[in-house]
T-cell receptor, first 112, second 113 residues
């Protein structure tokens, strides 16, 4: 089992719709979770951090965490073409110290 | 804050040559990470440092790769000799210690011919 798993996509949604991106992780002891956005040819950019079970909202973005199910998701409301990018899930796994482990990313396409 | 600074942005070299990638982390960040990104394997952690000390280099592919962090504001990743399969984008990232998120540099796109 991969440590952090994401559906590679592409996930295609119409402009204005809700995009739902999912991530599962293997280390039950993980405490910190991040979502990064990466445009083609650019570096990953942090968009959300979540540390506790439940939802965390920031503008059009909502991160959801369920540690019992080892599942974290990102919802993007009112999707815009500018949201088209690859979204990377990152989990801080404890291996003596904190090891940031990334999923392969989900490609999101928002079409007008 | 200037962010994480990497150089060069692009590097094209011939097989067998030495390649040195450079990174300046965000001031005050205690942890520094080197990642490699390819289409096939995604983002792979190569090595990371806490307070300039290498903590885990198990991701370094082989002895051709080495990394140093002589002080809190500078790190290098060296490949000697380089091979075509080393072609990738290499990212440096830094964070405060603990459970803080990583901040990435703009990356170095390496092409080995």
């Amino acid at each position: 089992q991969k440590e952090v798993e994401q559906n590679s996509g592409p996930l295609s949604v119409p402009e204005g719709a809700i995009a739902s991106l999912n991530c599962t992780y293997s280390d039950r002891g993980s405490q910190s979770f991040f979502w990064y956005r990466q445009y083609s040819g650019k570096s990953p950019e942090l968009i959300m951090s979540i540390y506790s079970n439940g939802d965390k909202e920031d503008g059009r973005f909502t991160a959801q965490l369920n540690k019992a199910s080892q599942y974290v998701s990102l919802l993007i409301r009112d999707s815009q073409p500018s949201d088209s990018a690859t979204y990377l899930c990152a989990v801080l796994m404890v291996r003596g110290s904190y090891i940031p482990t990334f999923g392969r990313g989900t490609s999101l396409i928002v079409h007008p | 804050d200037a962010g994480v600074i990497q150089s060069p942005r692009h590097e094209v070299t011939e097989m067998g040559q030495e390649v040195t990638l450079r990174c300046k982390p965000i001031s005050g960040h205690n942890s520094l990470f080197w990642y490699r990104q390819t289409m096939m394997r995604g983002l792979e952690l190569l090595i990371y440092f806490n307070n300039n000390v290498p903590i885990d280099d198990s991701g370094m592919p082989e002895d051709r790769f080495s990394a140093k962090m002589p002080n809190a504001s500078f790190s290098t990743l060296k490949i000697q000799p380089s091979e075509p399969r080393d072609s990738a984008v290499y990212f440096c990232a830094s964070s405060s210690m603990g459970n803080s998120p990583l901040h990435f540099g703009n990356g170095t796109r390496l092409t080995v011919t």
